[in-house]
């Protein structure tokens, strides 16, 4: 197992330019098995979650190559196919692939998603949206069994926006006989992303990025090549490492627009933020000011931003108070934060009330899930003395080049192996 070493106090100058959207290459890759051909994708991040789903699709027959960030996938033969439970539960989005395989191939079986350290993360509305598309969809002992003779499009609504269940649903009806409607859709980015690769391949959808979307089903999804757009939760993430470190930090080659919620909030901070058409630099001052921030579906505050922001404000001057409303339990950076001096409070388990303090002090913590991973980092990079940030495979599923990344603006930060046995994902 490996843990990153940082020597905090260095401020952050230079440019970045930001790998490929991990969420939006998971959500393509769920998809491409329902093209009936090769698929050329672009710019694809090379981390764990990528990796993994790429395995997973070949499991189903699909053909995968790997050069650099570009992966060819050829999707014409696919079959059933045992699958191991372990691959599918360390990935969530493995369930998003029960959709477009069951427009395929007719039937499978698919392990269940676990929940993971955030919350439950349950799958029920993915569920109900592929029953009324026309799938029949049992669990037994922890694996879904679904089968369809024909898939046929239908208006639903969804409970919550949920980003998962507008991608899983959106991409499996665009095989659907007929018209889907799909109510209170979720407006990430990553969805407006999925619904460009997949109408780049013929497919029929208007209104992503919007509440409601409408596809209308065709019979093949044809060849296509595609790019990723770069990662706004890796670019945020270095912009907040920027304004941790008093520091200096341009990001590269990303849609100001898509950062809107970081950037109000990084200014309201009193950090100066300017932008470009594909940049955002961020300029900070030795000590921020406190915020409230509450986290809320696309176009509000992101909440893989939230745990970030918290490192943040454990430094700025006065109280902040930071709302989870996404996830039941998004609280794993807290005690490690706290191991390092800061001063979080939690209330009812998903509200944070951060009182800042002068400094932090470099510790030895736990990533406990992605994000919180990444705000321990961001922490070791302002705190006082050396931090030691353990089980970093959950970073490595979603930043590239972490280490490197935050070097080259002049970090001091160097994986580094461990004796402890790597903690089960
Ligand atoms: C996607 O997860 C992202 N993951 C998450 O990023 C992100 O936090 C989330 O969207 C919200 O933006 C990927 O794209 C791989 P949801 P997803 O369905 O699709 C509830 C990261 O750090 N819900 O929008 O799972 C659910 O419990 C990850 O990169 C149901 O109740 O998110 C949650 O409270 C973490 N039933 C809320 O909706 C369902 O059937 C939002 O979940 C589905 C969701």
Same mark, same amino acid.
């Given at each position: 197992m490996s843990a990153f070493a940082i020597k905090g106090g260095q401020r952050l100058v230079g440019e970045v330019d930001v790998a490929g959207s991990k969420n939006t290459a998971l959500a393509i890759l769920s998809s491409v098995v329902l093209v009936d051909g090769l698929t050329v994708l672009h710019n694809v991040p090379d981390v764990s979650d990528t990796r993994t789903k790429a395995k997973l699709i070949e499991r189903f027959g699909a053909k995968v190559e790997w050069s650099e960030g570009t992966l060819a996938i050829?999707? !014409?033969?696919?079959?059933?196919?045992?699958?191991?439970?372990e691959m599918v539960? #360390? %990935? $969530?989005? #493995?369930?998003?692939?029960? *959709? =477009?395989?069951?427009a395929r191939i007719g039937r499978l079986e698919l392990p269940a998603p676990g929940g993971c350290r955030i919350g439950a993360r349950p799958v029920d509305y993915h569920i109900k949206g592929l029953n009324s598309l026309g799938a029949t969809i049992e669990l037994q002992n922890g694996v879904y069994r679904a089968k369809t003779d024909a898939l046929v499009g239908a208006d639903m609504l969804l409970e919550k926006p949920s980003a998962g269940a507008t991608q899983h649903l959106m991409a499996t009806a665009t095989l659907a006989r007929g018209c889907t409607v799909i109510r209170n859709a979720a407006m990430e980015p990553e969805i407006v992303a999925l619904a460009d690769f997949l109408k780049s391949c013929g497919a029929r959808i208007e209104g992503a990025g919007t509440s409601v979307i409408t596809v209308q089903g065709v019979s093949a999804l044809q060849p296509?090549?595609? $790019? @990723? &757009?770069?990662?706004? %939760?890796?670019? *945020?993430t270095y912009l907040v490492a920027g304004a941790i470190t008093a520091g200096d930090v341009r990001v590269n080659g990303l849609r100001p627009e898509h950062q809107a919620a970081v950037i109000s909030k990084l200014r309201d901070a009193g950090a100066e933020v300017s932008e470009g058409h594909d940049w955002v630099r961020v300029q900070a001052p030795d000590r921020l000011k406190a915020l409230t921030v509450r986290t809320m579906p696309h176009p509000g505050f992101p909440t893989d931003m939230q745990q970030p922001m918290a490192a943040l404000l454990t430094l700025? &001057? *006065?109280t902040s108070v930071i709302e989870e409303t996404i996830y039941e339990s998004r609280i794993g950076h807290v005690q490690e934060l706290n191991r390092m001096g800061a001063n979080i409070r939690l209330e009812g388990g998903s509200c944070a009330i951060i009182t800042g303090v002068d400094s932090l002090s470099g510790a030895s913590v736990e990533a406990s899930d992605l994000r919180a991973g990444a705000a321990l980092v961001l922490a070791g990079l302002a705190a006082q003395g050396e931090t030691l940030v353990k089980n970093i495979h959950w970073i490595d599923r979603g930043y590239q080049k972490l280490e490197q990344t935050l070097t080259d603006l002049g970090g001091v930060i160097k994986r @580094? =192996? !461990?004796? &402890?046995q790597e903690v089960p994902v």
């Open positions: 050829d999707a !014409t033969h696919l079959e059933m196919a045992e699958t191991d439970e539960r #360390s %990935i $969530r989005t #493995s369930f998003y692939l029960l *959709g =477009p395989l069951l296509s090549e595609f $790019r @990723v &757009e770069a990662d706004r %939760i890796q670019a *945020g700025a &001057e *006065g @580094v =192996p !461990t004796e &402890e």
